[in-house]
């Protein structure tokens, strides 16, 4: 459908950019996902998501729901439909120094809630990413480089604002609409757009973070050596193994182990220790930062399809870590990453949120790159090695999926969640007006 600036304009006060807008590229770029919006809504603040919501509810055109644009499997865009882009409501406020406590609008990124709170020695645990919104990676879960001492991103929220369906602003917390603020933490796209966050942040002087690299010769026992490390080491301590492909001629397969340390001097020094010890490092590098340093920018090569898919492990086995080394000898390219979980991340009861799998020691995310002219058949014959080492785990993690099925959801949310998902969705949207995400259908 042909939108007219002239007829938007007249149902929503707000910025708008049509197809031929010169920005309108760059609001609706997605990582390998086909999109061509027929409009772009820019709201600015609630009252004009409201505003942008009635517009989608008189048009009847699918909705995407942007914050930082960064989702693998597209939901930030749509071809055809409206995008409401939050870009513009980017504040990050910083509310009671003491207390830690920070008002950060939904289109606002990690990297400027980390500059945001550099000054004052604080930080909150989100992502790996600058440019990654929010929104997005908060709803879903966040697991980021404290996340075993202060739990996901969505663990530190203390309220919400969010518009729902039918136009009402409410607020969301422990305290009030309780149930709508457990579905929010872990399927918050499907009831509402979500206008800003209150999260508690943390008291962080200094981290100290670490980049070993190893030869994947003796894959097993490196595997053997990091489960070992991680399961001895402190709360302060998370840490991930990642198996590298070579890039570009001359590279070779590499282990790589990154660690975040929440402190630093001799006793981050003690915790790292056994992290460089795993066998003879190829390469080493440990820096005491600021927490907003550990934040990076990562861009997908071009002109490749990349398939991001994940799997949760109740523990590292030996028979997990058999057929991740089984593996290597496959042909493909692709990145396999190993999240140490437990700790704070675990002690959160199942039934505090709707994000699942709490009792996990590992999450493990596959990255597959194929040539851009490859067909169905050819990636689906180059997923077999990701079918071998997921046959061994459970679930599925929202933010590392470049796909969203019916059967992603059956993965994400445990049946009887996705039950009580589903009757809270017929109370806030009973018309499934929120469905361009991993979708909840209304019972």
């Known amino acids: 459908m042909a939108l007219s600036r002239e007829s938007l304009t007249q149902q929503f006060s707000g910025e708008v950019a049509l197809p031929e807008d010169s920005t309108y590229a760059e609001l609706t770029f997605a990582f390998g996902a086909p999109s061509a919006p027929a409009a772009v809504l820019l709201p600015k603040d609630t009252a004009e998501v409201a505003a ?3 517009l989608v509810r008189q048009l009847g055109l699918p909705l995407a729901v942007r914050s930082g644009g960064h989702s693998n ?17 980017n504040t990050v406020e910083l509310i009671d120094t003491e207390q830690g406590l920070v008002r950060v609008g939904a289109g606002a990124t990690w990297g400027q809630v980390a500059e945001t709170l550099r000054p004052h020695q604080l930080a909150i645990s989100s992502g790996d990413t600058r440019s990654v919104g929010v929104g997005g990676l908060t709803l879903g879960g966040g697991i980021g480089w404290m996340v075993r001492k202060y739990g ?36 918050g796209g499907n009831f509402g757009v979500v206008t800003s966050f209150e999260f508690e942040a943390h008291r962080v002087e200094k981290v100290t973070y670490a980049t070993i690299m190893y030869p994947v010769d003796g894959l097993a026992g490196l595997l053997s050596a990091w489960r070992q490390a991680v399961r001895a080491s402190r709360e302060e301590l998370s840490s991930s193994f990642s198996l590298l492909p070579p890039f ?20 981050a020094e003690a915790q790292l220790a056994p992290l ?49 080394t089984a593996t290597q000898s496959q042909p493909g390219m692709r990145i396999f990453q190993l999240r140490h979980l437990g700790g704070a991340y675990g002690r959160v009861p199942a039934e505090e949120s709707a994000f699942a799998f709490r009792d996990s020691e590992i999450m493990m995310f596959g990255a597959h790159f194929f040539p851009g002219d490859a067909t169905p058949a050819d990636i689906e014959a180059g997923l ?26 059956a993965l994400i949310y445990p049946h009887e969640t996705r039950q009580r998902l589903a009757q809270l969705k017929r109370s806030y949207d009973p018309d499934n007006l929120f469905r361009g995400n991993y979708n909840i259908i209304p019972s």
Not at 165 to 187: K, Q, Y
Not at 277 to 305: C, H, R
Request: glycine share 10%; with cysteine; proline share 4%.
């Open 276 to 324: 460089r010890q795993l066998g003879t490092p190829m390469f080493e590098d440990i820096k005491e930062i600021d927490y907003a340093d550990v934040l990076e920018e990562g861009q997908p090569p071009e002109g490749m399809q990349i398939v991001v898919k994940n799997i949760f492990y109740p523990a590292l086995t030996d028979e997990v870590i058999a057929a991740i």
């Open 152 to 187: 996901l991103a969505l663990d530190q929220l203390q309220a919400v604002e969010l518009v729902t369906a039918d136009g009402r602003v409410l607020r969301a917390s422990r305290a009030e609409h309780s149930e709508l603020f457990w579905a929010l933490r872990g399927a």
């Open 52 to 54: 942008a919501l009635a």
């Open 248 to 267: 570009g001629e001359g590279d070779v397969p590499k282990a790589m182990v990154l660690a975040c340390y929440a402190g630093g001097g001799t006793e």
């Open 73 to 89: 499997a597209g939901l930030s865009t749509n071809v055809g439909g409206l995008v409401i882009n939050l870009s513009r409501m």
């Open 384 to 409: 077999q090695p990701w079918r071998e080492v997921s046959a061994l785990g459970r679930g599925s993690y929202i933010n590392f999926l470049s796909t969203a099925t019916a059967e992603d959801v």
